[in-house]
């Protein structure tokens, strides 16, 4: 299949062109990626079964891992769940569009090949201008899950999209790098008392501020087991992977640079190629190996925004094994480390 790249335009006049080409493409049940404020998403008709199939072949993702839907104003929710909790009107007042997903109980209308054969369904309100577009020129709810190959880190950026996706699609619309690099926050408001399910830009802490209550899903910075299973079906896949091992070593910041440095030359003695993935503020101690500069400590949105671009550059370099600082301080700290565990299957050596 030949995919279609086109650059959108900070004015959405001038994108009429490829909006309405994009929108044709969904609703004849082809598959468009497209940027939102989170990751770049990969969009296809929610309301049609074989529009979920083709997103779930085309990532390579298990088919019980249900889809998120995106819609462009409020109203188009009420035909698409059964039931909308006082606890959900408020969040969606404060923080839609924007980067939250909620899981409501799902309406007859969508169809169980999008839910992964759940009885609810997620739906989410982007912000990002480009994404709102697209979903009022198709008049659909779109189907989007991150525009990554399953298993792969989120693209931030059109070219990782095209990376991973490049002949798999039928087009992907540029809209240059996101604004968060995270993917949205998940609070399940189908039962009596909301929980988060995946942490992202919007904290526990918003959350709480706003309805009192929030709990957390067990699973969010613990390895899932046998009879601890994540909420999101998504989140027991070792997911965000890079394709090298990966290590975070978690300590004090001296003693963890320390001990990664011990490593690296651990490493390089058996002749493989590392990388270290490390905060500005310990740059200076690593003298050996690949190393990438996540951001500063003192700004967490850097942070969460560079993670997914350095993965997929130590990817790039075919680096063996990764060794990582940890990077759970601050509101977004939880999300990162979150994706971070993911990254590195739960290896952490504590120093
Ligand atoms: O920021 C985002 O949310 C991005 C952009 C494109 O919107 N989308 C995204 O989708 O991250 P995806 O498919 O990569 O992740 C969706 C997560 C999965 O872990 C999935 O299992 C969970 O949401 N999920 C979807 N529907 C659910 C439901 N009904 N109940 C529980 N978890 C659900
Ligand atoms: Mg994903």
């Known amino acids: 299949m030949n995919t279609r790249i086109y650059c959108l335009n900070e004015n959405q006049e001038e994108n009429r062109e490829y909006l309405e080409e994009a929108a044709a493409v969904l609703r004849e049940g082809g598959l468009v990626a497209f940027p939102t404020e989170t990751v770049y998403g990969l969009g296809g008709n929610g309301l049609n079964p074989e529009a979920s199939r083709k997103i779930y072949e085309a990532k390579g993702r298990p088919s019980d891992n249900p889809l998120i839907l995106h819609i462009a104003h409020r109203r188009e929710l009420d035909s698409l769940v059964s039931r909308i909790p006082e606890e959900a009107e408020l969040l969606m007042k404060k ?3 924007g980067p939250m997903t909620l899981i409501f109980e799902k309406s007859d209308l969508v169809p169980r090949e999008t839910t992964g054969g759940l009885s609810t369904v997620a739906i989410r309100m982007p912000s990002h201008p480009g994404a709102r577009a697209l979903i009022e020129a198709a008049g659909l709810p779109i189907a989007a899950p991150s525009a990554n190959l399953s298993g792969r880190p989120s693209p931030t950026t059109a070219r990782h999209v095209a990376e991973d996706l490049d002949g798999r699609i039928d087009m992907i619309l540029d809209g240059g790098p996101v604004e968060i690099g995270l993917e949205s926050t998940i609070i399940d408001v189908s039962g009596s008392v909301p929980m988060i399910l995946r942490p992202g830009y919007i904290s526990q802490e ?6 009192g209550a929030c709990e957390w899903d067990p699973a969010i910075l613990k390895k899932p087991g046998e009879d601890f299973r994540p909420k999101a079906p998504g989140m027991k896949y070792r997911h965000y992977a890079p394709k090298a091992e990966m290590v975070i070593v978690e300590g004090e910041w001296e003693r963890a640079a320390k001990e990664i440095c011990r490593l690296v030359s651990e490493q390089k003695k058996l002749g ?21 500069t996540i951001g500063t400590r003192q700004r967490e949105e850097t942070i969460a925004h560079n993670l997914y671009y350095c993965l997929r550059e130590f990817d790039e370099a075919d680096v063996d094994v990764i060794y990582s600082e940890s990077f759970g301080e601050g509101a977004l700290g939880a999300a990162v480390m979150n994706r971070l565990l993911k990254a590195a299957g739960y290896r952490v050596i504590k120093v």
């Open 206 to 211: 918003q959350i709480r501020d706003l309805l």
């Open 272 to 292: 493989r190629k590392v990388g270290i993935l490390c905060g500005e503020e310990t740059r200076k101690w690593y003298t050996e190996g690949l190393v990438k």
């Open 95 to 97: 923080f839609w569009p």
